[in-house]
């Protein structure tokens, strides 16, 4: 039997991956691809307190995690399209107009 | 008995009657949507049924504030109200609150408070945004039901005494936010802001959920009043809730726009539509205030001392930060995003003195903030349907001889951001003010003052272009009756409350001695 706190560090790990990812990709759909990641992280952590806990509340707050990452990815790749239609690009050093 | 009475019996009904202004919005979006897919000629259908939604749903939300008062069920109450002075009477039956949903959604005056001042911001969000629209020719019916789910996720937001009922609301307002960052029409700014602003906003959810995990992996409960037990409870520091509580925070503090995570607000502020970013930076913001004191107040009293001390280095670095760049700011649009920044750092100072008094300044800031930021915005955005207005600073020249009333309107939005007197912005900061020197908070307090001085900057910089200079572009304004109107309303609304904030400081005070009446309760 694996102990749940592996299951903890795997998701933290994710976590920090995706936290990275977002940080220093410079390709605008490896950056959505990054925040889905943090969110399928948290399911994992939600599943291994869940088998700490013996409960299945934090199985069901997966579900709402999955909903809401989905959402979150239909709304991403809609505005990727858009911005790939208007500058044929998906690199964000020639992307970026909006400056300080 | 049948299955359903069965289970009727078994597990109750919700009280759905508490529940009315929410599904009043909801029900309107989904007309909306109707509307939109199947009407013709439906542009003035859309914005009225939006408008009478929402207006019944503030009207129910008073009836329900009535009734928590106790004062529609029992006609002998009112009457013995009348005898005893109304104004005590009303503070005993003011911490009546109502549980439903199977205790995933509660009803008090807190949030219904707040529902009442995220639907009028939103009112005069629609009220100007038709025309706007219009005339940049960016008409979308989406505009209207996005906002309205926005609104249902924010009232859902307010009132939740739960974790799941709380993410569920931030993430219903999150998505629909997004979407209408993005709807300017064929505008490529507007995109990449609504891009920024989902990945960033996207970091922020996962955060926010991976410190709900670690909150409940460690107190194994999602409700605000069971996670205080087990911090009381528990014998040494429980160091995963306290992880939970620091990620928490930092979500929260990105949500807010607070300075380390403040990046997204001035680039999404700049590239969406005007109407769109007054509905961000009024009511938006105020949900997300308000949901910041509930989980801080109801879930974490017994840690206070950590989380005010990590929202006063928030709250510190958001003014400093927020105040320093809008002064270099030559669009008016993206100074008033970082002068939402510094107001963010006004507002979260309140929390580093965790006190009845603090908690009441906060609720007081940001209960008149709607105001001033609505205001603000929605003069850019009747002033941005005009051939060659750019929102750049030199365009306010000689506005006070062409249009003397818009002119004196935005003036008193500014002082109000400001803080000049008698405006309500300075109410806002003094009460700030003392509840940090109350709780011997010095250091934030001075500073407050200081960033306040800096500050005026940037907002007299707009005051004296519109009062002492002559025009520089040949622009003619011409602003319909209904629009000076409404904008006039906003500003009287700021002085007079400026003048006698009396009672709503009552208010604020009150709720706040509800929201500690919760704990432990």
Known sequence: MVPYEYYVVLSALLMVLGLVGVIIRKNIIAMLISTELMLNAVNIAFVAFDFKLQEVAG????????????????????????????KKDVSVEKLTELKF | MSIIQQLVSGIGVPNFYVLIPEIIILITAFVVFFIELFGKNKRSLITWTTVAGLSLSLIFTFVIVLGILNLITNPQILAHAKESGFYSFIISNFFEQYMTLFGLY??????????????????????HLRSYA?????????????????????MIMVSSPNLITFYIGLELMSIAVYILIGMYRKNYLSKEAAFKYLIIGGTGTAIISYAIALIYGFSGKFA????LKTLFYSDQTNVGLIGGLILLILGLALKASAVPMHFWTPDAYEGAPTPITAFMAAPVKIATYAVILKIMVEAFPFVS??????????????????????????????MLAYSSIAHTGYIVAALAAPTTVGFAALIFYSLI????????????????????????????????????????????????????????GFMGKLFVFL??????????????????IVSAGYYLKVVSNMYFYDPAKPISFNISLPEKLSMGILAIIVIILGIYPTWFFKVSTNLSSILISTIGG
Do not use: C
């Open chain 1, 59 to 86: 199985q069901v707050f997966v579900f709402f995690i999955l909903t809401i990452a989905a959402a979150e990815a239909a709304v991403g790749l809609g505005l990727i399209m858009a911005i790939y239609r208007m």
């Open chain 2, 106 to 127: 509660s009803v008090d005056i807190f949030s219904l408070v707040f529902k009442v001042f995220i639907l009028v911001g939103t009112l005069f969000v629609i009220f």
């Open chain 2, 134 to 154: 219009e005339s940049k020719k960016t008409y979308y019916g989406e505009y209207y039901y996005l906002i309205l789910f926005a609104v249902l996720g924010m």
């Open chain 2, 224 to 227: 605000f009043g069971d996670i």
């Open chain 2, 305 to 334: 001392e950590q989380w005010s001390l990590a929202w006063a280095i928030l709250a510190a670095l958001s003014m400093v930060v927020g105040n320093a760049v809008a002064l270099v700011q030559k669009n008016v649009k993206r």
């Open chain 2, 369 to 424: 903030y709607v105001f001033m930021a609505v205001g603000a915005l929605m003069f850019l955005s009747l002033f941005e349907r005009f051939e060659g207005w750019t929102n750049h600073i030199d365009d306010f020249k000689g506005l006070a001889r062409k249009n003397p009333w818009m002119a004196f309107v935005m003036g008193a939005f500014m002082f109000s951001m400001l803080g000049i007197p008698p405006t309500v």
């Open chain 2, 435 to 452: 509840a940090l020197i109350g709780s011997d908070i010095w250091w934030l307090a001075v500073l407050l003052v200081i960033m306040s």
